[in-house]
């Protein structure tokens, strides 16, 4: 019988946090240089190196010991706690910005900018 202790299987945390952050294997190794089969095997791994750990851990945007320290209860129970939804169904995201007026403010900076850029290059060939 196996009595090992699978709740700290490092791999399969860096499985998870891959997977969370939208990261397919290929990826991850094109960034650590290495072969996807050599991911996959990382991934079946209880124990990794430090210095690999470290390597990995850089490219999923985490330090070492939240991949080590990785719930992923933990990471549901926050989501829960944080999501506010105001919508009758809880399916909808409720955005509270208008994006066609960002849209708007943003193209009239620029133009008030290209509207300054011509004033200015009239005045300087004004003065010649």
């Known amino acids: 019988m196996n009595t090992s202790n699978t ?16 990261m397919k294997q290929e ?48 990471v549901f129970n926050i989501i829960n706690n944080t999501f506010q939804d105001s919508s009758s169904n809880n399916n909808n995201y409720v955005c509270t910005i208008n994006p066609l007026d960002k849209i708007i403010e943003l193209y009239e900076r620029l133009l008030d900018a290209e509207k300054s850029k011509v004033a200015f290059l009239e005045k300087t060939l004004g003065q010649k």
Request: hydrophobic share 35%.
């Open 7 to 22: 709740t700290n299987h490092v791999g399969k945390k860096i499985t998870r946090i891959r997977e969370l952050r939208g």
């Open 27 to 74: 990826t991850l190794a094109t960034e650590l240089g290495v072969s996807q089969q050599t991911i996959s095997n990382i991934e079946k791994t209880a124990i990794i190196e430090s210095d690999l750990l470290e390597q990995v851990a850089r490219i999923l945007g985490v330090t070492p010991d939240v991949i080590e320290n990785f719930s992923e209860d933990t």
